[in-house]
């Protein structure tokens, strides 16, 4: 019987030790800055709807976690040659699949529209609607490719800025026709400026509402690195699951 016993503790204690291994390992998180309501800081803190998933999600797996700010080609680079252990939140592409695993559920929804000034709103049903026209962006952010091709071929002049106030204030200048905007991010900002009743959007979204994702860099050295992926992924679709993504949401609803 205590041969048993001592068979079973010394199972147990392997078992064990991978996880040990990984509660000691900190693992480097970097998301885009000036992103909110998503990412955002204030003062020394760093804040947001994505960052209160990722701490949330470090504490239920007990994988420590430090979150990092950075623009947003610096935060792809990055965890491309593996400098950073992950991103978020990040729209899935084939390209970023090659260096990346991303976690099967979405940090979050994005939804973009165009955004003019009221009174000089015009038809928009495609990216075509957009040609001859100057048109903001956030430096780094991926539209689709029919805006990239017509960025390209100069059909689109485009200005990209590294703030949202700023397309917002330079539309306000009539600096720009428009600017493509995440809904959710433009509209706090323009609370913030009590702008809501000079800036306001065009109906139909430049694209369908896109699952944002946490990737994880394929070069990263990561201890337990499927095991890890594994966990972040059964978390956070229990968070889904459990309404506790909603209850963060609705956080910053006001």
Known sequence: MKRHITIFIVLFLVIALPFDAQSQQRLTFVTVDNFPPYAWRVGEEVSGIDVDIIRALSQRTGIPIKIELMPAKRLILMTQNGEADAAFAAFKTPERETFAHFIDTPLHYST??????KGDEFSFKGIGDLEGKIIGKNRGFYINEEFSQAQVQKRIQVIEVSKMDQNINMLVRSRLDAFIGNTLEVAYIL?????????????????????????ISKAAKIENKNEI??????????????????AIYAEYSN
Do not use: C, W
């Open 191 to 215: 609370k913030k400026l009590d702008l809501s009743d000079t800036v306001v959007a065009l109906p139909l979204p430049v694209l369908t509402p896109k699952g944002a994702h946490l990737m």
């Open 112 to 117: 973009y529209q165009v955004f003019v000034r």
């Open 229 to 246: 992926i594994r966990r972040l992924n059964e978390t956070l679709h229990d968070m889904k699951q459990d309404g506790s993504l909603d």
